[in-house]
């Protein structure tokens, strides 16, 4: 089940809509990033520092960028040589200040124009993995034989090679979420299906510091199958994040490991079925949360009202809301990115919440950059990230980078499949899925 097909044909309404969104949240990384390095802040407008995963996205953002007329090529080209000469050049060390990274990866968050580790946060497998998304398809996309595509060619592949994913393997065969300096090795793994299918394609596609095969029959076996809400069964996850991240860059469709095969298809439908999964929790509305519906719905990774209980509801801040057998968390909160990101499983249910969130609650919800990150209908209190009236409910101020690059980029491989077509070009990404012991489709 699910193979490739052409990208859904939408309407002409359906395309002016997609236009503007896709200009609008374009805009995000173009104009917030530091120029000089590259670096893109973890939201705005409110100052933030730099999320480096908010990086990755911003680099593909770039292609899209390209392609829909937004900027130049050499324009982009320039940009993406000055992110990556960055990142190539970063000092890197087992120091816990003054640095940027250790054995090739990078710190979580890093200061906007330093570029040296935000606070004592940790050194990040997942958003190392991310920002190397982006990294890889500008590998890929820029294929001149000019200087600057010829330097981003070497740098990217400069960035992937050193990085020693065998060292993180602190619990083999699975890798760490994380280390500190200060402390080490954070006790988790990662395990149970989630966005880190891309780490562990990388890792198995290293060119120089691969882990073993062994990893990807470990990882399957801590999924969790359930049907939850009365939809089709499926590899759970509860926020919908983690069912797009890794597949903004790699088109599932068609291409099964052993696990999948033996379930009778991939994982793009299994992203479908989370995606229904997650509106029919939604549509149930079991708390009786306000304006829950076919059309506003979406739980997942996002910003919140706040940490408070308030007429017996408890209310978060930032916090990764979702519904699936593992648990559910929702505060009555909906962030547009749940939808915008599934685009290209579930167009027919997603691009009608996307217009119908913009319709119903306009400017308070969308702005220069496209939809701000999420909103509460229910919340009607004093909120210090309120935007505009509490009377009709908590609206985000912010915009954030990692769930601004989902809508963009699943947006349009939902209409031309381009960041897909593009990956299936890189080596390193075939390599690691072949590692994997995914069979069939494009990997023939």
């Known amino acids: 089940m699910s193979t490739t097909k052409p990208p859904t044909r939408f309407s002409a309404s359906d395309n002016a809509f997609l236009d503007s969104l896709q200009r609008d949240t374009f805009r995000y990384f173009w104009e917030t990033a530091n120029p000089?390095?590259?670096?893109?802040?973890?939201?705005?407008?409110?100052t933030a520092f730099s999320s480096i995963a908010a990086v990755g996205f911003g680099?593909?953002?770039?292609?899209?960028?390209?392609?829909?007329?937004?900027?130049?090529?050499?324009?982009?080209a320039e940009r993406t040589r000055q992110?990556?000469?960055?990142?190539?050049?970063?000092?890197?060390?087992d120091k816990p200040t003054g640095v940027a990274g250790y054995k090739g990866f990078f710190y979580h968050f890093l200061d906007m124009k330093t570029?040296?580790?935000?606070?004592?946060?940790?050194?990040?497998?997942?958003?190392?993995?991310?920002?190397?998304?982006?990294?890889l398809s500008s590998q890929t996309y820029f294929d001149r034989n000019t200087p600057v595509e010829a330097e981003i060619r070497k740098l990217?592949?400069?960035?992937y090679g050193r990085v020693d994913w065998t060292w993180f393997q602190h619990n083999k065969p699975f890798v760490s979420m994380g280390w500190h300096p200060e402390k080490g090795f954070i006790s988790n793994d990662w395990k149970g299906y989630n966005e880190a299918m891309l780490l562990y394609v990388l890792a198995l596609g290293s060119p120089t510091h691969p882990v073993g095969p062994e990893v990807w029959p470990a990882w399957v076996k801590t999924y969790d199958w359930a049907a939850p809400f009365g939809q089709k069964p499926h590899v759970n996850f509860d926020p919908l994040f983690g069912h797009q991240y890794s597949h903004v860059w790699i088109d599932f469709r068609g291409i099964r490991d052993s696990y999948m095969q033996s379930k009778g298809f991939d994982y793009a439908e299994n992203s479908r079925r989370a995606t229904y999964a997650n509106r029919a929790y939604c549509l149930s509305n079991p708390a009786g949360w306000q304006d829950y519906g076919s059309n506003i719905w979406g739980l997942t990774a996002c910003d919140g009202p706040k940490d408070t209980t308030v007429a017996g509801r408890r209310f978060f801040s930032y916090r990764a809301r979702g519904a699936a057998v593992q648990q559910v968390v929702d505060d009555g909160t909906i962030a547009p990115t749940a939808a915008g990101g599934s685009m290209p499983?579930?167009?027919?249910?997603?691009l009608p919440a996307l217009r119908a969130m913009k319709a119903k609650y306009g400017s308070q919800l969308y702005g220069p950059y496209g939809f701000r990150d999420a909103f509460n209908p229910t919340y009607r209190y004093p909120s210090a990230f309120a935007n505009g009236p509490t009377?009709?409910?908590?609206?985000?101020?912010?915009?954030?980078?990692?769930?601004?690059?989902?809508i963009l980029l699943m947006a349009e491989n939902a209409r031309t499949d381009f960041v897909w077509k593009l990956m299936k070009r890189n080596p390193h990404i075939r390599r690691g899925l072949t590692r994997a012991g995914f069979t069939g489709g494009w990997l023939k």
Request: glycine share 10%; aromatic share 10%.
């Open 115 to 135: 570029g040296e580790r935000f606070k004592q946060v940790e050194l990040s497998t997942i958003d190392t993995a991310l920002l190397l998304g982006g990294i």
């Open 59 to 76: 680099l593909t953002s770039y292609l899209v960028g390209i392609e829909r007329g937004y900027v130049t090529r050499e324009q982009a």
């Open 391 to 406: 009377t009709i409910g908590w609206f985000d101020i912010d915009y954030l980078g990692i769930d601004q690059g989902p």
């Open 345 to 350: 499983f579930a167009p027919e249910i997603c």
């Open 83 to 93: 992110t990556l000469r960055f990142f190539a050049q970063a000092p890197q060390s």
């Open 36 to 46: 000089a390095n590259g670096l893109i802040p973890d939201r705005a407008p409110r």
């Open 156 to 159: 990217a592949e400069q960035i």
